[in-house]
């Protein structure tokens, strides 16, 4: 009887087989029950993920390599005895019932292989591309990029979009480069907190420019800037202008901020992050250079020679279009603005941003912190406010720990100043690292600082301008002498909305 038994039967009962059938039956079920809880609940987990488009997979591979190992195995066995006759190679004849059958059943188990590991392999690139897989997988050191991220214009644009791009080149250098990552995060060495500029960004022009295309600009933009002033009233101030962006960049005849892409400007900056440009060059329209220099620091002919130069691209002046972190005094003025916080609370935006910016070892520490301060403050100064507006002290408490969630990560030691943004001259000096009024070409040209090139004011309410009377120029709410001209606003103003006059820039 046992000779009548189909040798495929016999080949396969053996210990590898059957590991490398368990393997595969075990994957191929886990692989569709997590494909179909996908489907139907939209489960959407980073670690979940790992397994069910990389492990699983692998496992069934294993399997399926280990079920005929071991039957070639055993095959073997079997040849071995003389007796038996079997021949050196199997022998593939239809007419055997047997065979035939082994045969459909191999050709239909090859569609369901590759129909699955098809399934996992499609699911599994665009697994890599999501957003769950670029910032939740290394949760700990992206922090402070996705809360950023998902409170920032880009929500909606996947961290690929940017930082990979499409196209099979930089999808491999991607992964190549998120090997050495992954090796990272292994060991827990990754730095905190992590060092821009990114070297080996992708050039913005095959990323942003894929959805802002340079064609297709806006002339202006009108933005109010809000603020509030750190005394009892929390007075209003606002700044609204009217923003020259520029419209067609990639003409000749480009005008505005833009202007800066229509045309070939390089420069060598003087330090890592690139918060200071000692030298810029441009390329004008008939090819002849400009070369501007910082007569503070001019470099010799030898040392620009040797220096790398850099084309200005978007992420010279959007260098954080996305990973936008907001000052404690900037965040207090947009509560504010929006009624979110209620601006009738004495002195609050002087407590919360001094409270904010103490430093504290972990998030815990400081909400709890923020809350003991805010309540002691009240109580001991205000006992009236803390009678009639608890309710909306309390609210204000949960949105200025909010606050502190948003833009300060103690364990990635990164808070809302670690990277600078280098739109504007706020908080950093942005343009003013080339528009300071000092960088001068040999023929005299003069990289402006003029209040007037970049935007133009529109209005502005402050203590200290008359209600009514048309701005032109603005109109600093504390009187500065020619500091307003002459000093970046930085130097003063990086402390972000804290000890102004005393803040020094930090970076
Ligand atoms: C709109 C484009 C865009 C999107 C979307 C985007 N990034 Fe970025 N990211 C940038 C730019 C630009 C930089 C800054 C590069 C520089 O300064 O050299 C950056 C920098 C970073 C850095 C370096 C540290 C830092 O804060 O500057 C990390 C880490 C990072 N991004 C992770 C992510 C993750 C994770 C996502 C998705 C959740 C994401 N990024 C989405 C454009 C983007
Ligand atoms: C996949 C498409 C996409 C990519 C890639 C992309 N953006 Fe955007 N960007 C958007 C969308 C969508 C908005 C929101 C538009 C709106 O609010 O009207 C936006 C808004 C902006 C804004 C206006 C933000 C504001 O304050 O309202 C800027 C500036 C910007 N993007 C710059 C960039 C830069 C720089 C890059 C490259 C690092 C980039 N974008 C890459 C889609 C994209
Ligand atoms: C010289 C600095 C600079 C460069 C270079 C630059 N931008 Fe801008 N861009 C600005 C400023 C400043 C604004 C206005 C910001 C604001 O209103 O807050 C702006 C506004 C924008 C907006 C918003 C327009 C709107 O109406 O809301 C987009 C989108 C944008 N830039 C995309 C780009 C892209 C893409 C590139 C690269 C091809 C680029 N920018 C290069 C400085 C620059
Ligand atoms: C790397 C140096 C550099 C940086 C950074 C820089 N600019 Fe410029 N910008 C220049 C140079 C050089 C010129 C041309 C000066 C000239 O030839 O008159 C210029 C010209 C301009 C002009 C006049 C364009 C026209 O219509 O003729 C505007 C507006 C402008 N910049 C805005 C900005 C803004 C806004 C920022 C910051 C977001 C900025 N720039 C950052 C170098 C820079
Ligand atoms: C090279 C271009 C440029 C020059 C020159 C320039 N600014 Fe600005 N300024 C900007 C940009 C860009 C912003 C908007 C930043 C943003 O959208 O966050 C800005 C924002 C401002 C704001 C609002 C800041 C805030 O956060 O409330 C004030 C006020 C201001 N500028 C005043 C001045 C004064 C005063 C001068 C002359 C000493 C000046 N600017 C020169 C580009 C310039
Ligand atoms: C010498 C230091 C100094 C310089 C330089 C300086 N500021 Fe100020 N600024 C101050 C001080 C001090 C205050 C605080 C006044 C107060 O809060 O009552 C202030 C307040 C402000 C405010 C109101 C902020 C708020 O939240 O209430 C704005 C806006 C402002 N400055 C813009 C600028 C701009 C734009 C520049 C550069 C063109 C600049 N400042 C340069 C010292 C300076």
Redesign the pocket.
């Known amino acids: 009887m046992e000779q009548k038994k189909p040798t495929a039967y016999r080949y396969l009962m053996n210990p590898v087989s059957i590991t490398g059938i368990l393997l595969a039956l075990t994957a191929t079920i886990l692989i569709v029950a997590f494909l179909v809880l996908e489907a139907s609940s939209g489960l959407d987990n980073a670690y979940i993920g790992i397994f069910v488009y990389f492990a699983f997979p692998a496992m069934l591979i294993l399997g399926l390599i280990l079920i005929p190992a071991g039957s070639w195995r055993a095959r073997k066995k079997y040849r071995s005895d003389p007796e038996a006759g079997i021949p050196p190679l199997p022998r593939l004849d239809f007419n055997d019932p047997n065979k035939l059958r082994l045969a459909i059943f191999f050709i239909l188990a090859s569609v369901v292989f590759f129909l699955i590991v098809g399934i996992a392999a499609v699911k599994g690139y665009e697994f890599t591309e999501s957003t769950t897989f670029c910032g939740e997988l290394c949760h700990v050191p992206m922090e402070p990029e996705l809360t950023a991220w998902k409170n920032s214009p880009h929500a909606k644009v996947k961290c690929v979009e940017c930082h990979v791009g499409p196209g099979a080149e930089w999808y491999v250098k991607a992964k190549i480069s998120g090997l050495r990552q992954l090796w990272v995060m292994l060991n827990r060495s990754w730095p905190t907190p992590i060092q821009t500029p990114i070297e080996n960004l992708r050039p913005?022009?095959s990323t942003?420019?894929h959805c802002?295309w340079?064609e297709k600009?806006?002339a202006g933009?009108q933005?109010i800037f809000y603020h509030y002033a750190p005394n009892e009233d929390n007075t209003p101030r606002e700044i609204d202008m009217l923003?020259k962006?520029g419209g067609t960049?990639k003409t000749p005849n480009a005008m505005g901020?833009?202007w800066?892409?229509g045309r070939e400007v390089n420069y060598i900056a003087g330090d890592k992050k690139r918060l200071t440009i000692p030298y810029v060059a441009v390329k004008g329209a008939d090819g002849k250079i400009t070369e501007y220099m910082d007569p503070a620091k001019p470099l010799s002919r030898d040392q620009i020679a040797k220096s790398e130069q850099r084309l200005?691209?978007?992420i010279?002046?959007?260098n954080k279009p996305t990973h936008i972190y907001h000052s404690p005094g900037e965040e207090m003025d947009r509560h504010f603005a929006s009624n979110t916080i209620d601006r009738s609370i004495p002195y609050l935006k002087k407590v919360a941003v001094n409270l904010l910016e103490k430093p504290y070892r972990t998030s815990e520490e400081a909400v709890a912190a923020i809350e003991a301060g805010i309540n002691d403050y009240y109580a001991k100064n205000y006992p009236d406010v803390v009678r009639t507006q608890g309710p909306a002290l309390t609210r204000a408490i949960g949105e200025i720990k909010g606050i502190y969630k948003r833009n300060y990560f103690p364990r990635m030691k990164v808070s809302w100043n670690t990277y600078p943004n280098h739109?504007?001259h706020f908080y950093t000096p942005g343009?003013f690292r080339c528009h300071d009024g000092k960088h001068k070409s040999p023929e005299g040209k003069v990289i402006s600082k003029d209040c007037t090139i970049?935007h133009t004011m529109l209005g502005q309410i402050q203590e200290n301008v008359p209600k009514g009377k048309p701005v032109t120029e603005f109109v600093h709410p504390v009187d500065i002498g020619d500091e307003l001209n002459n000093t970046n606003c930085s130097e003063c103003h990086s402390a972000g909305g804290q000890d102004v006059a005393g803040g020094g820039n930090e970076q």
Do not use: L, Q, V, W
């Open positions: 913005a022009r942003c420019e802002h340079p600009f806006y933009r933005k923003i962006i960049p901020i833009h800066h892409i200005m691209d978007c010279d002046c959007h739109i504007g343009c970049c």
